[in-house]
């Protein structure tokens, strides 16, 4: 059988709100950023690895055997809730 490689096509960044904050200018940097993630997006542990850095998720993509992951945010897919 042909190796084949995996693509993962909805892959998630799990945003860490002090690591924007520091992203953003001092005026931006207070108070909540968002409403919040309501979802339990890894089934109370179940779903295995939560990357916390580039560098675990590229290796637990080497676990996976993940060869490529389109990534998206997580807590801010709700952007377009923010009023400000």
Same mark, same amino acid.
């Given at each position: 059988?042909?190796?084949?490689?995996? %693509?993962?096509?909805?892959?998630?960044? !799990?945003? =860490? *709100?002090?690591?924007? #904050? @520091? !992203? !953003?200018?001092? #005026? +931006?940097?207070?108070?909540?950023? =968002?409403?919040?993630? %309501? +979802?339990?997006?890894? $089934? #109370?542990? @179940? !779903?295995? &690895?939560?990357?916390? =850095?580039? &560098?675990?998720?590229? /290796?637990? *993509?080497?676990?996976?055997? %993940?060869?490529?992951?389109?990534?998206?945010?997580? /807590?801010? $897919? =709700? %952007?377009?809730?923010? #009023?400000?």
């Amino acid at each position: 059988m042909a190796q084949y490689r995996v %693509i993962d096509a909805d892959g998630h960044v !799990l945003e =860490s *709100m002090e690591g924007l #904050r @520091k !992203l !953003l200018p001092p #005026r +931006w940097q207070r108070g909540n950023m =968002s409403v919040g993630d %309501i +979802w339990d997006r890894n $089934l #109370r542990g @179940k !779903l295995g &690895q939560e990357p916390r =850095s580039p &560098q675990d998720q590229l /290796a637990a *993509m080497d676990q996976d055997e %993940i060869h490529a992951m389109v990534m998206y945010p997580t /807590a801010y $897919l =709700s %952007i377009g809730v923010i #009023r400000e």
